[in-house]
């Protein structure tokens, strides 16, 4: 936009100076031109009269005076003789305007071209003498200084109009950003509150029509942010309200698995005890994920290898039970800091370890690689479970989706929206890539701290 501006106001600009200068230009230049007809034409004049007295000081001061011009302009003056008057200036040759002059007494004026003018401007002025023409005086005036003096007219203004053109631009950049300078604040509040940042407001300032959208989207982001928040604490109310009696629920199925030796009976049980306890699991991830989107508090540099390795010994016995090795890998001496808040690299590798320890075979391996890069720190969870198609990546961090595991979809489908919500609040990134040899790889992006002290 401030683009179009800019180019719409030079262009404005352009127009103004070609409808002032252009027409200023062909006036001068035609004033110019007029100008050397009527003096040169003066001069012709001037020796037509000495040449029609005919008498001897007459033609004594037309060639003095025919001299002298010739010998001041570099022009050549030429003139017929007549009966009393015969000088030793060159004759011009015969032609139209000559014969015009000698027969029929007629000026003639010859520019050389139509546009402008050519290389010389040819002047014939007859010479008279009682009434009747006797002779007649011609001067061919070079044009060549007319020349370098329209140069001179069209260049000065085409100077002028390219100076005042780059101002005139400098001047439309600076108006330009001045006028759009609202609506960018207007953008960044949009790509915020498209970011997630539904505190963001924009500053009522500029024209009045700016003023009035900024205000409609400040009422539109506060409405939507009560709205977000009051469905995150439904959300959390609802999901810890119901973590009580689904656990009572637990307890009294697994009194009545206890007491009951009807294997059919028991088999029900250890059926509706099941889904009780995906239930239990569903209503845990929806606490969290809603606790995630809540408001969190600012990040700090945490050891990442240190976090790295005491979640792998939480998770190394679940991992024992099947035969599944849990390895760690990356330069022991390398132990970045990552911005990130309490607890939230935690339940990240939690939710993980989990998906990657549920679809992995017995035998398999977890590989946990950690990788310093600059600005950056990589964290990769590699597994060698069946992996995902392109289509299912592009699910995976969807609510309630749930891929097809090993051990069955006993999953609640927020493992993955819970992790790529706390990153985005740590400013990190997750992305699923296929890992090498086969299975599934879990690249993690956080931001690297700075060591203090």
């Not at 011009?92 to 071209?113: C, I, N, V, Y």
């Not at 391996?365 to 310093?372: F, L, N």
Request: charged share 25%.
């Amino acid at each position: 936009m401030i683009r179009q501006l800019i180019r719409s106001y030079v262009l404005l600009v352009a127009v103004g100076l070609g409808l002032f200068t252009v027409p200023v230009a062909f006036t001068l230049t035609a004033q110019l031109r007029d100008d050397t007809e009527l003096s040169v034409g003066r001069e012709a004049t001037t020796m037509a009269l000495l040449l029609g007295n005919g008498d001897t000081a007459s033609c004594q001061a037309l060639e003095e005076m025919a001299g002298a011009y010739a010998a001041e302009t570099h022009d050549q003056v030429q003139v017929t003789a007549t009966a009393r008057c015969a000088t030793q200036l060159p004759r011009p040759h015969r032609d139209a305007a000559l014969t015009d002059a000698l027969e029929r007494g007629g000026r003639t004026t010859d520019w050389g071209s139509d546009f402008i003018w050519g290389s010389d401007l040819v002047i014939t002025v007859p010479a008279h003498e009682g009434g009747r023409s006797v002779g007649a005086v011609r001067i061919v005036y070079s044009t060549d200084n007319l020349t370098d003096r329209l140069w001179t007219i069209w260049g000065f203004r085409a100077g002028l109009a390219v100076a005042v053109l780059a101002v005139a631009a400098l001047i439309g950049a600076v108006v330009a950003r001045r006028l759009t300078a609202p609506l960018r604040q207007l953008n960044d509040m949009a790509s915020r509150l498209s970011d997630g940042d539904l505190t963001a407001r924009a500053p009522v300032t500029g024209p009045q029509e700016t003023q009035t959208l900024a205000r409609t989207l400040n009422q539109a982001g506060e409405r939507l942010d009560t709205l977000v928040a009051s469905q995150r604490i439904f959300v959390a109310d609802a999901s810890h309200q119901l973590r009580t009696p689904l656990t009572a629920l637990r307890l009294s199925l697994d009194n009545i698995a206890d007491g009951v030796d009807d294997e059919f009976v028991r088999e029900d049980v250890e059926q509706a005890t099941a889904e009780v306890v995906r239930m239990s699991r569903l209503v845990n991830g929806l606490l969290v994920l809603a606790r995630a989107e809540a408001e969190v508090a600012a990040a700090e540099p945490l050891p990442l290898r240190d976090i790295v390795t005491e979640r792998l010994s939480v998770w190394r016995p679940a991992a024992d039970e099947r035969g599944v090795t849990i390895a760690l890998r990356g330069s022991a001496d390398d132990r970045p800091l990552v911005l990130a808040t309490t607890g939230h690299l935690d339940q990240v590798l939690d939710n993980v370890l989990s998906n990657a320890l549920e679809v992995s075979p017995d035998g398999a391996t977890i590989t946990v690689r950690t990788e310093a890069r600059g600005s950056t720190v990589l964290l990769e969870v590699l597994d060698e479970g069946p992996g995902m198609s392109d289509a299912e990546k592009s699910r995976a961090f969807d609510r309630f989706w749930r891929g097809q595991g090993l051990t069955g979809r006993s999953g609640s489908g927020l493992g993955l929206a819970v992790v790529r919500q706390l990153l985005t609040d740590d400013g990190g990134t997750v992305i699923l890539a296929d890992a090498r040899g086969g299975g599934l790889c879990v690249r993690i992006t956080l931001r690297a701290g700075q060591r203090t002290g």
